[in-house]
């Protein structure tokens, strides 16, 4: 299907699992990002990636990990759940030239 | 850093009353993005401003981009229920960098 999925939409998982939340877009867009959404706080910058094999931080960072072997792909992982990475965690992607973001469903995670 | 942030974080009106929500920058910007989020969905792209001064408008929505390009607002005339959602500014740098948004309620 063509656009932008994330998977999967609901988890919930325990204290100090390791849990990968999945982003694949079908248009080759060089950025991708992952946000994370909070009463509150809006939509806060975990990770983006300019291309394949590039990744940088965003404003939360602490925590997960990113990577992007391939254009299309750009999972997130936390490595060792806490409760305060419960929340909605948002996929979203767009060309090089600074134009509109497409954004995924969104993933809502429970860590208990 | 580079921030955004955006006002009020709340706003409830009775429908056909007006709305505005103001997003602010600590440097300024290159372009700015508007994205409405309905309850429950994910957030969709409205509008880009990149001119300083710029003012665009979507049927009832007014968006304007300031002079010094360090602020911007959206301006929703006489509201109507499907209005409802919360609106977020986005700065754009290499990173794009969300408001807080403003989450509109609309009564009937």
């Known amino acids: 299907d063509a656009g932008i999925t994330q998977s999967p939409r609901y988890k919930i998982t325990e204290t100090g699992r390791q849990v990968t939340l999945m982003c694949h877009q079908t248009?080759?867009?060089?950025?991708m990002f992952w946000y994370r959404q909070d009463l509150g706080h809006g939509l806060r910058l975990i990770y983006y990636?300019?291309?394949?094999?590039?990744?940088d931080k965003g404003e939360v960072p602490d925590g997960y990990v990113v990577s992007r072997s391939k254009t299309e792909n750009f999972p997130l992982t936390l490595e060792s759940a806490t409760r305060s990475q419960t929340s909605v965690y948002f996929c979203?992607?767009?060309?090089?030239?600074?134009?509109?973001?497409?954004f995924g469903q969104g993933t809502r995670l429970t860590v208990v | 850093g580079q921030q955004v942030m955006q006002i009020p974080q709340y706003q409830h009106v009775q429908e056909g009353e007006d709305f505005t929500t103001y997003c602010n920058s600590s440097?300024?910007?290159?372009?700015i993005q508007w994205y409405k989020q309905r309850p429950g969905g994910h957030p969709v792209f409205l509008i880009q401003?990149?001119?300083?001064?710029e003012v665009k408008k979507q049927k009832r929505l007014t968006f304007q981009f300031g002079e010094a390009k360090k602020n911007s607002s959206l301006h929703i005339t006489a509201t109507q229920t499907t209005d409802v959602g919360t609106y977020f500014c986005?700065?754009?740098?290499?990173?794009?960098?969300f408001g807080a948004g403003t989450r509109l309620t609309v009564k009937p």
């Open positions: 990636s300019a291309a394949a094999d590039i990744t």
């Open positions: 979203a992607s767009r060309t090089d030239g600074g134009t509109e973001a497409f």
């Open positions: 248009w080759s867009h060089s950025y």
């Open positions: 440097t300024t910007l290159s372009n």
């Open positions: 401003l990149v001119k300083s001064g």
């Open positions: 986005a700065g754009h740098w290499a990173k794009m960098r």
